[in-house]
């Protein structure tokens, strides 16, 4: 089994569409009871670096999830992986 769920987030972003796709992911891991932890990488440059390196982007933006050290992707693949009901599969858990 891989470590815990951690969705990278930016609580300081002003683009609204950014925004809502963080509170869907919360949303949606929450109502599936999914074990996760949140990380504002405008909190923390350190943050924000370890999220670009797990995703192996040096201009990725949040939201992306990873699972431990293992990348799940960003938000359109976790919206992909919810319709194609395999959440689960995509989360590596």
């Given at each position: 089994?891989?470590?815990?769920?951690?969705?990278?987030?930016?609580m300081i972003s002003s683009d609204m569409e950014r925004k809502?796709?963080?509170?869907?992911?919360?949303?949606?891991?929450?109502?599936?009871?999914?074990?996760?932890?949140?990380?504002?990488?405008?909190?923390?440059?350190?943050?924000?670096?370890?999220?670009?390196?797990?995703?192996?982007?040096?201009?990725?933006?949040?939201?992306?999830?990873?699972?431990?050290?293992?990348?799940?992707?960003?938000?359109?693949?976790?919206?992909?992986?919810?319709?194609?009901?395999?959440?689960?599969?995509?989360?590596?858990?």
């Amino acid at each position: 089994m891989a470590g815990k769920v951690t969705v990278y987030i930016s609580m300081i972003s002003s683009d609204m569409e950014r925004k809502k796709q963080q509170q869907k992911i919360e949303m949606i891991l929450s109502s599936k009871k999914i074990d996760c932890e949140y990380v504002d990488v405008s909190a923390s440059h350190d943050a924000l670096e370890k999220m670009r390196e797990l995703t192996n982007d040096a201009h990725a933006l949040p939201p992306q999830i990873v699972n431990g050290d293992d990348y799940c992707g960003d938000f359109s693949a976790f919206e992909e992986a919810v319709e194609n009901g395999d959440l689960k599969g995509f989360l590596k858990i």
